[in-house]
């Protein structure tokens, strides 16, 4: 950044991760643009922006045209938002208009609204003397004027006679052809607010900040209780920790053995296998291990409820219910559709760091492609889902991911479709069929870190959890789901 922009004073929108995306907030004695079809929040935005001026106690004027003054505090005030003090100036038509049917017969009717409306505005910013001037719409300005000349002139003029008292200004606008490129153009930032189905949700984009540059790209937006809601997608940032390859064990020793000792902290682990081959449970073990020696951990469910996820848990002897009071156990179910992509990746961010986890489950894959709002396409999803493993490993948490695979026996590909390079670690579950019964093995494919035995090793689930049995040795075929004995079944594991 030059010595020129730091320079610039940078304010609140009234919502910290739209001031995210800005690189620090809005500059002071800007116009900015919020763009945006009907009921995508652009008022709502622009209110959130006044009541952000009124808390650092500075002067506000809302021009507005289509909604009265009183509509737009009741409206606000349900939502929490408090624009009372703020100074309201209706430029709109009132009821009379209709009522009388009023006609001009000498002079244009434009040049007649021209200087009513300008006179008012103009004495109100005299008056007020506003830091923040919100304008609601804009549209009402282009409809005054002939030709995109006149109305870039028009604009212009307002927007220096408003820099000039070091006003910073929001104007909300409905996307036209009309006159649209002048306005972007004329603007020192641009805010585009979309609204897609119910998979797609919400979505907000930076499309300029003049001097300051943004954060590019399509982000999550929501409107709740509270108002505009902003979530950024995450960026890649420098690791904040020096690698540790401290290991989490999985309190089993037989597959901490697998794994040369268990998964190391600062790394992504694929656990991969058909469905109900025991995938959940095994990520539990670990999970549980974590939390019971003190290692805060978290876990989010896609594919299983809480309630089954803890009475599995407590059947197979797995204190859950206790290390949830503890706090060294936080565990959440992701309810379908409620989330963007950018949400839950800030949500786990945020709860990863205010509890110092060094062990995050995301159960499963499959389901989070299918639970999360859809703002963008699977391939998209997933690069989402990377850079929030990127960004909890850089802080030496240890991840692991849930991965179903279609195939019940037989290994044609370690993971699901396009998730593999996700992985430092890939460990894999599978059936395979023994003299006419179906039995279960356990095995590494790649461990980035450390060592792993190459031959898979028989696992049973049990009342008392995950028991993991001797390497499969003096066999063939393993990996293809039926494996046959061979030689004199003295052949040993080995680690590399």
Known sequence: MSSSERQFTQLSSGISGLDSLLRGGLVEGRLYLVIGPPGTGKTLLGTQFLEAGLEAGDDVLFIHAEES???????????????????????????????????????????????????????????????????DPITHFQYLEPTEYQFRKRVISFARFLQDRETTVLATKTPSNQMDTQLRSLSDGIISLSYGDEKAGRRIRLRKHRGIGQQDGSHGMEIRDSGVEVYPALEPEQRTRSFDPTQFSAGVPELDSLLDGGLERGTVTILSGPSGVGKSTTATEFLASAAADGSPALAYLFDESIDTFSHRCETFGIPLSELRDEGTLLVEEVESLALSPEEFANRVKTQAEERGAELVVIDGIAGYKNAIKRGQDDVELRRRLHALTQQLTRGNTAVILIDQRRDVTGLHEPTSENVSYLADNIVFQNYIEVAGELQRVVGALKKRVGGFETVPRRFEITADGLQVGDPVSGMHGVFEGVPEQHGDGNNQSSTH
Do not use: C, M, Q, W
């Not at 100074?87 to 021209?114: H, I, N, Q």
């Not at 005299?126 to 923040?132: H, K, S």
């Open 69 to 135: 003054a009183s509509d737009l505090r009741a409206n606000t005030a349900e939502l929490g938002i408090d624009i009372s003090d703020a100074t309201f100036l209706d430029v709109g038509p009132d009821s009379e208009f209709f009522e009388e049917a009023e006609s001009y017969d000498v002079v244009k009717p434009r040049d007649v609204e021209d200087g009513h409306l300008i006179s008012d505005i103009r004495e109100a910013i005299e008056r007020v003397d506003p830091d923040r001037v919100l304008i």
